[in-house]
């Protein structure tokens, strides 16, 4: 398979079981942040975005949490299935065209 | 849903050969970029592109070039490819202000 990424932290979770991606971030200039979801030989999915005059934002088993004042980007899960194996990452985006990507965090799930 | 279609999954090329990648999106997006991904390093923007026949210089831009003669189409070019150039190369398209990038299913360039 693709080696998205060897030093990732890894998050271990079971089947069933909630979800948590955790992202710090240092600007606090950014329009707006966004969650994607790399699958093993795939490019980068979009899961969900937030703009940063918010707090949280729901999609379908997804949350997005997103703290100013701590300017940490969370991403929670429900329910996590087997097909939520990925690594997952943040990305800032300042004046609507610029990225600034997260390291990444590799999602397990246990059967 | 927006499409962005790289040409090649895997490539093999050797040292010092002229090396082209093609993306193509199909939503009519003006912008369009092209990153690196590495292990340990994540995604590097090499280049991008705001118009046709407009470019701009990403973060790490040395050795290669980009080529945006048509809307839909932005191709990256490795002038002389090197070792350190092997990678996995990302395209994406992105359309107006405050839209996520869409992107392809990658390259996976290896220079021996």
């Known amino acids: 398979g693709e080696s998205v990424g060897l030093h990732l932290p890894t998050l271990s979770v079971q089947e069933g079981d909630n979800s948590i991606i955790n992202c710090a971030y240092s600007?606090?200039?950014?329009?707006?942040f966004i969650w994607y979801k790399q699958e093993s030989g795939k490019g980068p999915q979009f899961i969900i975005d937030i703009r940063s005059n918010m707090d949280k934002r729901q999609g379908q088993r997804v949350t997005v949490l997103l703290n100013k004042t701590v300017k940490h980007l969370s991403l929670q899960i429900a329910a996590t299935q087997p097909g939520d194996s990925a690594v997952y990452f943040c990305a800032e985006v300042f004046y609507g065209q610029n990225f600034v990507f997260g390291p990444g965090t590799r999602l397990s799930v246990l059967p | 849903d927006v499409k962005v279609t790289q040409s090649s999954r895997y490539l093999v090329k050797r040292t010092g050969e002229k090396v082209f990648l093609e993306c193509v999106q199909d939503m009519d997006h003006e912008n369009m970029f092209w990153y690196r991904q590495d292990p340990g390093l994540g995604l590097r923007l090499i280049y991008f592109?705001?118009?046709?026949?407009?470019?701009e210089k990403g973060d790490i831009p040395e050795g290669y070039s980009v080529s945006r003669e048509k809307k839909e189409r932005f191709s990256l070019i490795l002038e002389s490819a090197s070792t350190n150039q092997t990678s996995m190369y990302l395209c994406?398209?992105?359309?107006?202000?405050?839209?996520?990038?869409?992107f392809g299913n990658g390259t996976r360039l290896t220079v021996t």
């Open positions: 994406a398209s992105k359309g107006g202000q405050d839209s996520p990038l869409h």
């Open positions: 592109s705001y118009d046709v026949k407009m470019k």
């Open positions: 600007n606090s200039a950014s329009d707006y």
